[in-house]
T-cell receptor, first 115, second 112 residues
Framework: EAAVTQSPRNKVTVTGGNVTLSCRQT?????MYWYRQDTGHGLRLIHY???????QIGDVPDGYKATRTTQEDFFLLLELASPSQTSLYFC??????????????FGSGTRLTVL | GEQVEQRPPHLSVREGDSAIIICTYT??????FSWYKQEAGAGLQLLMS?????DRKEEQGLTVLLNKKDKRLSLNLTAAHPGDSAVYFC???????????FGRGTRLQVYA
């Protein structure tokens, strides 16, 4: 089973602060995703990537950058954090093809609070 | 783009009763349908998925029904037990990467 590990589990920063959320997957999946989860909105896709060096824009990308440094590692960057970015962030990964291609494997989440 | 409505947002049932969660979607090209479960403090985990050529799928006390005519997807937990208490999400797509649309979630509580 795919393993997706996120760090940190919790993060508190101030408005204007610089935050990096980390994600590592150990099942050699091609695709990795960053979602935010907010009450009343479900999960919304911020960015995703299909391999090292690749980045695709999701549905709510404003205020976020992301970088995929290796097959395993995907980072979400908030360079000027705002209170509206207070949320629960999930990383996920998936295969590129095959019968399980659409299955997302999620990490346990990072709760970010921007004061 | 795709719009997904999920209801109810909250559901409370007695142990042994059934719990039904419904999602409606708007895009006729939607071809992949799934349900995820999120337990407290954890990420989402896939429960079941079906493609558009399947109307009904049953696994381990769960039944997924797909009505393409009405663009409706349902999840039925038969004989719910307290371990089923969690938040459930539907997620659908036209099988294009990066276009999986989630419902807003249903918080299910099963009480003894």
């Amino acid at each position: 089973e795919a393993a997706v590990t996120q760090s940190p589990r919790n993060k508190v920063t101030v408005t204007g602060g610089n935050v990096t959320l980390s994600c590592r997957q150990t099942n050699s999946h091609n695709y990795m995703y960053w979602y935010r989860q907010d009450t009343g909105h479900g999960l919304r896709l911020i960015h995703y990537s299909y391999g090292a060096g690749n980045l695709q824009i999701g549905d709510v990308p404003d205020g976020y950058k992301a970088t995929r440094t290796t097959q395993e590692d995907f980072f979400l960057l908030l360079e000027l954090a705002s209170p509206s970015q207070t949320s629960l962030y999930f990383c996920a990964s998936s295969d590129a093809w095959g019968p399980s291609a659409e299955t997302l494997y999620f990490g346990s989440g990072t709760r970010l609070t921007v004061l | 783009g795709e719009q997904v409505e999920q209801r109810p947002p909250h559901l409370s049932v007695r142990e042994g009763d059934s719990a039904i969660i419904i999602c409606t979607y708007t895009d006729s090209a939607t071809a992949y349908f799934s349900w995820y479960k999120q337990e407290a403090g954890a990420g989402l985990q896939l429960l079941m998925s079906v493609l558009s050529n399947v109307d009904r799928k049953e696994e381990q006390g769960l039944t997924v029904l797909l009505n393409k005519k009405d663009k409706r997807l349902s999840l039925n937990l038969t004989a719910a037990h307290p371990g089923d208490s969690a938040v459930y999400f539907c997620a659908v797509s036209a099988r294009v990467v990066g276009q999986l649309t989630f419902g807003r979630g249903t918080r299910l509580q099963v009480y003894a």
